[in-house]
């Protein structure tokens, strides 16, 4: 390997603009050497706006390519499990986004493969690195509140009824808000309270999203657009979660309102999206405050982004990068993992299993 990770982006699309691109840029360990996508004139548009890389239309290209360390994956769900597998194959660590698979059995093949191949492998749960999330993370593991009793997150969006592209298509994302909204509550909930042992879900779909943006007819949507569940921690605590990107009201920029919570004996603690350099603490008797997190847990370790630059919603996404290229550099995992990917499919993936039996599922992870 160079003295630079050399990144590789697969899917040129929005979420690689918006949260990976500038993460590379942070990194002075990390520079992007090559883009793959399979529409040239947006790989074009890249190269001018992300600086003059390799570009390919063709994933296999990038996954052979010996002057690349690593890959981040953003593409479409469906892609996922093949890509990574190639990349894998290739000797590439890899960040692939979320939903790391289709189902659990894709990701846990996932897993399974950058595992054995001892590579470094990381799942894009991006909320985790919000200042508020880790502040809260760092008070429930220092006994701050007590014992965890309750958790509940809540996610709702005020974004067009109109269609979601490949975010429809049940082949092409594998379910709706659930898959790509809710796996990232599931996944912080774990990181916070530890593994879930029991769920019980509910989705529904309020929209037929037949017409697109721009008002043409199209397939119609196959997806939901709510998903809840309420589940069982295996310490005993209890979760409720809910999300939708339909709900009138709530569109704050575009970042709609989320507020994820957990209850203890001695003490409450909330994350918003929307403030995420503050929590609100309360403690028995007394009603929720304003705390500002710490400036220790701003960024993550070591990360070189000026804490209090950027709109706060937005830059903690940067730190993603940061942490796979110190996983790569010091040869740690990664953290969240394609485990922690693996895992949250898995409950929900419970979440439709649930549904269609009308039934609690017991989540047993083999992984
Ligand atoms: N962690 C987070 O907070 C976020 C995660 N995501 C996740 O990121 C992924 C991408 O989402 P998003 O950026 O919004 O999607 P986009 O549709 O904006 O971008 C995806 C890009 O990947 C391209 N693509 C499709 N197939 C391939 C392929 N085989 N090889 C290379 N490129 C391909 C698409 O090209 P074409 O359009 O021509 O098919 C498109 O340009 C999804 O899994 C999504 O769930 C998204 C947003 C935020
Ligand atoms: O958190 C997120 C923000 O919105 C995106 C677009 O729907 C999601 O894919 C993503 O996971």
């Not at 890509?83 to 996932?110: D, F, Q, R, W």
């Not at 042992?197 to 989705?203: E, F, Q, R, Y």
Request: net charge negative; charged share 25%; hydrophobic share 35%.
């Amino acid at each position: 390997m160079s003295d630079l990770v050399r990144i590789g982006i697969i899917g040129a699309g929005a979420v690689s603009d918006y949260h990976h691109v500038p993460g590379i840029n942070l990194d002075p360990r990390a520079e992007l050497v090559s883009i793959c996508d399979p529409n040239s004139e947006l790989l074009a548009q890249r190269q001018s706006d992300w600086g003059k890389t390799k570009v390919s239309t063709r994933f296999e290209d990038m996954a052979e390519d010996p002057d690349v360390d690593a890959v981040i994956i953003a593409t479409p769900n469906f892609t996922h499990h093949e890509i990574a597998l190639a990349c894998i194959k290739g000797g590439k660590h890899v960040m692939c986004e979320k939903p790391l698979g289709l189902n659990y059995t894709e990701s846990a093949e996932m897993y399974r493969a950058a595992r054995d191949a001892n590579l470094r492998h990381m799942t894009a749960f991006t909320y985790r690195f919000a200042p508020s999330m880790r502040y809260v993370k760092h008070l429930v593991e220092s006994g701050a509140l007590g014992v965890p009793r309750h958790f509940r997150s809540q996610r709702f969006l005020d974004w067009p009824e109109s269609s979601w592209g490949w975010r429809q298509s049940k082949k092409l994302a594998g379910a709706g808000d659930l898959f790509d909204m809710t796996i990232h509550r599931i996944d912080f909930a774990q990181d916070l309270l530890g593994p879930i042992k029991s769920i019980c879900g509910a989705v529904a779909q309020f929209v037929p999203r037949d017409k697109t943006a721009e008002g043409e007819p199209c397939e119609p949507s196959e997806v939901d657009d709510w998903s809840s569940l309420i589940g069982q921690f295996e310490n005993g605590a209890v979760g409720v979660w809910e999300g939708s990107t339909l709900m009138k009201g709530y569109h704050n920029d575009g970042f709609g309102y989320e507020w994820a919570e957990v209850n203890g004996s001695e003490g409450s603690a909330a994350y918003q999206l929307t403030d995420p350099n503050n929590i609100l603490i309360g403690k028995p008797g007394q009603t929720m405050e304003k705390l500002p997190v710490p400036d220790e847990y701003l960024v993550i370790d070591g990360s070189p982004r000026e804490p209090h630059a950027g709109v706060p919603s937005t830059v903690f996404r940067y730190d993603l990068v940061y942490e796979f290229v110190s996983a790569i550099v010091e040869e740690r995992d990664a953290i969240p993992g394609f485990d922690h990917g693996a895992s949250a499919q898995l409950v929900a993936d419970s979440v439709l299993e649930s549904f269609d039996k009308r039934t609690w599922i017991d989540i047993n992870c083999d992984l």
